[in-house]
């Protein structure tokens, strides 16, 4: 099992940026997938980066360029840098975890980023 506990998020003003942080409970050497991914109200929930197979990143094509997706092993800490925010970001955003060598997903209880204009 890995817990999953994220911070950062809420009120950002349009054009500005945010910094999510994803802290697991184990060490990320036995984490394959670690990531985050965004549900806006009404939508499925999808990709926004992640890293797999340790230290490849994934990013979601919407992103990039404004996506940054980093690590601290030390830390066991996932981190999610986005700028120039939309209102179009505004979603709940969700870590997730895979342990290597299994196939379930875990995921934290997201954090709500609201975008004013």
Not at 66 to 73: A, L, Y
Not at 81 to 103: N, P, T, V
């Amino acid at each position: 099992q890995v817990q999953l506990v994220e911070s950062g998020g809420g009120l950002v003003q349009a054009g500005g940026s945010l910094r999510l942080s994803c802290k697991a409970s184990r060490s990320p050497f036995s984490i394959n997938v670690m990531g985050w991914y965004r549900q806006a109200p009404g939508k499925q929930r999808e990709l926004v980066a992640v890293f797999t197979s340790g230290s490849t990143t994934n990013y979601a094509d919407s992103g990039k360029g404004r996506v940054t997706i980093c690590r601290d092993n030390a830390k066991n800490t996932v981190y999610l840098q986005k700028h120039s925010l939309k209102s179009e970001d505004a979603a709940g955003y969700y870590c997730k975890a895979k342990i290597a060598g299994y196939d379930k997903d875990y995921w934290g209880k997201g954090n709500q980023v609201t975008v004013s204009s």
